[in-house]
């Protein structure tokens, strides 16, 4: 096993990643285990546990498992996650240290950034919309970021040029490659297909499908390109029968609701 580990991610680059994911999917699955406890525990009565806090919780219960506050103030797991991310950075970038200390930043790195996009939502609306259908963003930013995780993992480079692909075919060739694809991946994201678009800078083909299909009614694409028929068929594409696939793929990430 030892051997095999050495071989598959060590000789070729890939544990920092691998460790990365391990810490980051840990952390991830561990944050919704707890925050869904306190909420569950929140919606078993407040009359039992104090005054509902940010996230549907409280500040007064004693167990293990709360809100933390400081000075009165709730501070949300995404703070710890950034301050994680900030150091471990820093880190890497002043020693670059050799294996393990590579893979324990690593872990470290993915265990930071799962805390912060867990509440990527707050980013966007700057207010604490964890359990509403606004906080869901937060499950996209997630999925990405696992399937962007997993391309590194695999071995997909930036624009799908392996290592020597430049010295082989000179540069010329090497530049109209990453124009052609960072073109195609512009009009895939312009298509309102973002998870395609970003692990398609990694994965060519993905981002070339994304290109090619159906844009998303609401896209920038859709309203500036469509006329009433296609964008009747795109309406049609992705109405509720697809907005109900996307909510069960929510719900497997973030372990369902709690209404």
Known sequence: MADWYQTTFVVTGRSGALWLMIGFLITYALTRHITRTIR???A???GQHGSTGQHGSTGEHRGAVKD?????VHIHHQV???LLVLVVGLLEFRFRPPSPGLEVLAALFGAGAALALDEFALWLHLEDVYWT???RKSIDAVMVAVVLGAALLIGATPAGLASGTVQAYGFAVATVVVLTHVGYTVVCLLKGKLVFGLVGFF???LALTGSIRLAKPESFWAKRFYGPARTARSQARFGAAYEARRERLRDVFSGGRLD
């Open 44 to 46: 078993s009565g407040p």
């Open 203 to 205: 994965l060519p083909v």
């Open 68 to 72: 933390i506050h400081i000075g009165g």
């Open 40 to 42: 569950a525990r929140a």
């Open 80 to 82: 710890w996650g950034i």
């Open 133 to 135: 259908e606004e906080g």
